[in-house]
């Protein structure tokens, strides 16, 4: 089982802003599209942004303009910037990868982190 290691949950006030970032082995990471998502009490996981292999963003309408995914190739790793936060964005975050690689597809997930935004 491939690992997902996540760091950069923690409280902030609305408005504020914080970084998560997700690091995984380089065999996973090369050959994966890979993704936020978040999941609060009471609601599914819902996807908040992913970022393929080959750099392409995209992005859940709610985040959009205030959220930025990127990739560190280098580092094997990705990275989830928030920037005005909202109280009802405070959930579990998981970091995922949608590994494809001849003929081979498995997803992988994050033990997950926890943001908290206090009013």
């Known amino acids: 089982q491939a690992q997902l290691v996540e760091h950069g949950g923690g409280l902030v006030q609305a408005g504020g802003s914080l970084r998560l970032s997700c690091a995984t082995s380089r065999n996973i990471f090369l050959d994966s599209d890979m993704g936020w998502y978040r999941q609060s009490p009471g609601r599914q996981r819902e996807l908040v942004a992913k970022?393929?292999?080959?750099?392409?963003?995209n992005y859940a309408d709610s985040v959009k303009g205030r959220f930025t995914i990127s990739r560190d190739n280098p580092g094997n790793r990705i990275f989830l910037k928030m920037d005005s936060l909202k109280p009802e964005e405070a959930a579990v975050y998981y970091c995922?990868?949608?590994?494809?690689?001849?003929?081979?597809?498995?997803?992988?997930w994050g033990q997950g982190t926890q943001v908290t935004v206090t009013d």
């Open positions: 995922n990868a949608d590994y494809i690689s001849s003929g081979t597809r498995r997803e992988y």
């Open positions: 970022i393929t292999s080959g750099g392409i963003e």
